[in-house]
C-alpha cells in the first residue's frame, strides 16, 4: 500500500482518483433519490480511551464523504458502559476531532436515547421478541451452542409478555443485583450467526454514570444501541469497520422489528499499522504500566501522542488519503505515515542548527580575534524562497558534534579530522590544525584556522571543500534536552508474532516493546530557539525534523524529533 517515495503528498492530493467503494454507494443512493440525496454519517467513538491513528481513518472517512456530498456528520458519544468511560476521554476525543480539522453538525451520547431505547425494549417484549433470562454468563455462553452446533432454548425463553415486561421493570427499577438477569432477544437459538441465538440485549449494572448518574442501572448492549442510535439520528450512511460484518444483519433485525428509520450499515478495513498497536484495551496497559508517560507519550499511537511528537493534521489527513479505503484487512508501513509529515515539514519548516551531543567538542579558531563577533545571515528554508534569512551569532569559538571529527579518518571521509577543511554552515571555511586531549583521552578542543577570504555568501578564497557540518557560538549557545523517540515496538507486526508467542500471558506483547524507542540527550542550540512556542516544528540541520515540547520552561527548552530525515530504520532492519 505504500507509495512511491518520489510522488509528493501534493501531487498526490490533486491527482484524480477512482472512488472508493463507499463513495460508490453514497453516488448511487444520491442517483436514487435514497433519503432524498441527503448525506448524514457519524462518527461514535466509546469514551473510554483516547483517540488513535485508527480512529483518525475513521475520522477522515465520515467526515469527509459528508464534506464530499455537501451532507454532516454527528458526534456521537457510545456511552453505554459506564465502569469504563470517563469525561476526560470525552473532552479529549472533541479535541482531537477539530484538531484534524472538522466540525460535526451535533453532539451526541447514546445516553441521550436511554429512554428511547428503553421504549424500544418494551416493544420488542410485547411482541414476543424478547425475554428476561436469569441464566449466568456461564450458562448462556454454554447453551449458545458453536458455530457448527445449534444452541438450545434458554429455560427462561417461553415467559409470558407480561412477566418479561414486570420483570424488565423491575430490572429498571434497580431491584436486582449486577448480573442476576438480562433481557435477550427472541430470534433463533439455530441460526448460523452466532449473534442471532438470542442475543443480550440490556444488562443491569449498578455504576455512576458520567452524565446520567444514578439515573439508570440497565443499559443496552452495543448491539442494541448503536443501529437503534442511528436510526433516531436517521443516518443515512453508517459506516463501521470490518469485525462489525457479523452484527449487520443484527443491526437490520432490530430496524425491520421496530418499523423504525432504515439506517444501513456499510463495512471497510480498519488499519493495521506496522511497528504499532491499535488496541485500546493495550494501549492502556502501556500506561498503567509506567510502559510509557501517559496517552499523550510521543512513542504512543493517540492522536494526543503523534500531535505531541510534531505530527500536522494535513500530514495525517494526507495519509488517511493515501492508505485509501479498502474492504479487506492489510499492514500498513508506517514508513508511510513518516513520509507524508516528511515531506510537509520539508517544504514548511525552518532549518536551525543544534549540536545535539552530550559531550560536544569546542571548535577555536585560533587566528580569529578575540572578543569580536559577527552576525551571519542564513536561510531558513531553501525549499520556500519567501522563507527568508536569520540573524545567527558568530564568534571565535563555536561546539560541533563528536561524530563530525575523526582522528584517524578513512578514505572519503569530508568532516573534520587533522590538516583536513570544512565548511562551517553559513559561515567560513576551517582547517583543522591541532587536537586537543583530556587526561582520559578524549578530544574535548580541535584548535583551527579560519579562511577570512571564504565567508559564504561572499567567498573570494577560490578554495572548494566537499564537508559541510553545522555549528553553535560558544558564547551564545542555548542548553536544551532532546528527545530521540523511536518507533514504540521493535517487532513489525506485533499483533502477529504475539499470537506466535501462544502465550497465556495477557501481557506478552510487552516483551516485544523496543528498548529504544526514546533516547535523551543534551543539546546546544542558536539562540533563536529560546522563545519558540510550544509545538513549533523545526529541522534540526542533518539531525531531523523535532518539535517543542510542553514540558519546557523558561530554564530549560525540550525538543521531541517528529521524524529523522530519511527512514533510517528501514536501512537498520536490511543491516540485520
Known amino acids: 500500500m505504500t507509495s512511491p517515495a518520489n510522488e509528493s503528498p501534493t501531487e498526490h492530493s490533486h491527482a484524480e482518483r477512482s472512488l472508493n467503494f463507499i463513495?460508490?454507494?453514497?453516488?448511487?443512493?444520491?442517483?436514487?433519490?435514497?433519503?432524498?440525496?441527503?448525506?448524514?454519517?457519524?462518527?461514535?467513538?466509546?469514551?473510554?480511551?483516547?483517540?488513535?491513528?485508527?480512529?483518525?481513518?475513521?475520522?477522515?472517512?465520515?467526515?469527509?464523504?459528508?464534506?464530499?456530498?455537501?451532507?454532516?456528520?454527528?458526534?456521537?458519544?457510545?456511552?453505554?458502559?459506564p465502569v469504563t468511560e470517563d469525561t476526560e476521554y470525552v473532552d479529549s476525543i472533541k479535541d482531537d476531532v477539530r484538531w484534524l480539522g472538522f466540525e460535526?453538525?451535533?453532539?451526541?451520547?447514546?445516553?441521550?436515547?436511554?429512554?428511547?431505547?428503553?421504549?424500544?425494549?418494551?416493544?420488542?417484549?410485547?411482541?414476543?421478541?424478547?425475554?428476561?433470562?436469569?441464566?449466568?454468563?456461564?450458562?448462556?455462553?454454554?447453551?449458545?451452542?458453536?458455530?457448527?452446533?445449534?444452541?438450545?432454548?434458554?429455560?427462561?425463553?417461553?415467559?409470558?409478555?407480561?412477566?418479561?415486561l414486570d420483570l424488565f421493570r423491575q430490572m429498571k427499577a434497580g431491584a436486582y443485583p449486577d448480573g442476576a438477569k438480562v433481557l435477550r432477544a427472541k430470534i433463533d437459538m439455530a441460526s448460523p450467526n452466532m449473534h442471532f441465538r438470542d442475543p443480550i440485549i440490556y444488562r443491569i449494572k449498578h455504576a455512576h454514570h458520567h452524565r446520567t448518574g444514578d439515573t439508570w442501572c440497565i443499559y443496552p448492549m452495543y448491539d442494541f444501541a448503536h443501529g437503534q442510535s442511528d436510526a433516531i439520528e436517521q443516518i443515512t450512511h453508517s459506516i463501521c469497520t470490518l469485525e462489525f460484518i457479523p452484527h449487520r444483519?443484527?443491526?437490520?433485525?432490530?430496524?425491520?422489528?421496530?418499523?423504525?428509520?432504515?439506517?444501513?450499515?456499510?463495512?471497510?478495513?480498519?488499519?493495521?499499522?506496522?511497528?504499532?498497536?491499535?488496541?485500546?484495551?493495550?494501549?492502556k496497559r502501556l500506561v498503567e504500566g509506567g510502559h510509557v508517560t501517559g496517552w499523550d507519550d510521543p512513542r504512543m499511537p493517540t492522536l494526543a501522542g503523534i500531535r505531541r511528537r510534531g505530527y500536522t493534521p494535513d500530514s495525517l489527513r494526507e495519509f488517511c488519503e493515501r492508505i485509501g479505503v479498502a474492504k479487506r484487512d492489510n499492514l500498513i508501513d508506517v514508513g508511510l505515515l513518516e513520509f507524508c509529515i516528511r515531506e510537509e515539514l520539508n517544504r514548511t519548516t525552518h532549518r536551525v542548527?543544534?549540536?545535539?551531543?552530550?559531550?560536544?567538542?569546542?571548535?577555536?579558531?585560533?587566528?580569529?580575534p578575540e572578543g569580536?563577533?559577527?552576525?551571519?545571515?542564513?536561510?531558513?528554508?531553501?525549499?520556500?524562497?519567501?522563507?527568508?534569512?536569520?540573524?545567527?551569532?558568530?564568534?571565535?569559538?563555536?561546539?560541533?558534534?563528536?561524530?563530525?571529527?575523526?582522528?584517524?579518518?578513512?578514505?572519503?571521509?569530508?568532516?573534520?579530522?587533522?590538516?583536513?577543511?570544512?565548511?562551517?554552515?553559513?559561515?567560513?571555511?576551517?582547517?583543522?590544525?591541532?587536537?586537543?586531549?583530556?587526561?582520559?583521552?578524549?578530544?574535548?578542543?580541535?584548535?583551527?584556522?579560519?579562511?577570512p577570504e571564504s565567508r559564504s555568501g561572499s567567498d573570494t578564497s577560490g578554495i572548494s571543500v566537499k564537508g559541510t557540518i553545522h555549528w553553535v557560538s560558544v558564547a551564545h549557545a542555548i542548553r536544551a534536552e532532546v528527545r530521540l523517540y523511536d518507533r514504540l515496538f521493535a517487532a513489525e507486526n506485533p499483533a502477529m508474532e504475539e499470537k506466535e508467542m501462544e502465550s497465556e500471558d495477557d501481557n506478552a506483547f510487552l516483551s516485544l516493546l523496543n528498548p529504544n524507542s526514546l533516547v535523551v540527550v543534551q543539546a546546544l542550540v542558536e539562540p533563536n530557539l529560546a522563545h519558540r512556542p510550544v509545538g513549533d516544528r523545526v529541522q534540526f540541520m542533518r539531525k531531523g525534523y523535532f518539535t517543542v515540547d510542553a514540558d519546557s520552561t523558561t530554564d530549560q527548552l525540550v525538543f521531541n524529533r517528529t521524524v529523522t530525515l530519511k527512514d533510517t530504520w528501514a536501512k537498520e532492519t536490511k543491516k540485520g
Open 104 to 164: 460535526w453538525a451535533q453532539e451526541l451520547y447514546a445516553s441521550d436515547y436511554f429512554d428511547q431505547l428503553y421504549a424500544f425494549a418494551e416493544t420488542l417484549i410485547e411482541k414476543g421478541l424478547a425475554y428476561v433470562d436469569d441464566s449466568t454468563a456461564a450458562e448462556i455462553a454454554a447453551l449458545k451452542g458453536t458455530p457448527t452446533t445449534p444452541g438450545q432454548p434458554s429455560p427462561f425463553r417461553d415467559r409470558t409478555v407480561a412477566e418479561n
Open 249 to 283: 444483519p443484527l443491526y437490520d433485525w432490530f430496524i425491520e422489528q421496530l418499523g423504525i428509520f432504515p439506517s444501513k450499515q456499510y463495512e471497510f478495513a480498519r488499519l493495521n499499522l506496522t511497528y504499532t498497536v491499535m488496541s485500546k484495551r493495550k494501549l
Open 353 to 368: 542548527m543544534a549540536v545535539v551531543d552530550d559531550k560536544p567538542i569546542k571548535l577555536v579558531l585560533t587566528n580569529y
Open 23 to 81: 463513495e460508490q454507494i453514497v453516488e448511487e443512493d444520491i442517483s436514487a433519490g435514497l433519503h432524498e440525496g441527503r448525506v448524514l454519517t457519524r462518527f461514535p467513538p466509546e469514551p473510554n480511551g483516547y483517540l488513535h491513528l485508527g480512529h483518525a481513518k475513521s475520522i477522515c472517512l465520515n467526515f469527509g464523504l459528508a464534506q464530499r456530498y455537501g451532507g454532516q456528520t454527528n458526534l456521537r458519544f457510545d456511552d453505554t458502559n
Open 372 to 451: 569580536q563577533e559577527e552576525i551571519m545571515h542564513i536561510e531558513n528554508n531553501p525549499e520556500d524562497p519567501d522563507s527568508g534569512t536569520r540573524e545567527v551569532p558568530f564568534g571565535r569559538e563555536v561546539y560541533v558534534e563528536r561524530d563530525d571529527f575523526m582522528e584517524i579518518p578513512p578514505k572519503k571521509y569530508f568532516r573534520l579530522a587533522p590538516g583536513q577543511m570544512v565548511r562551517l554552515k553559513g559561515a567560513y571555511i576551517v582547517r583543522c590544525d591541532e587536537v586537543i586531549k583530556n587526561e582520559a583521552g578524549e578530544v574535548t578542543e580541535l584548535h583551527c584556522t579560519y579562511i
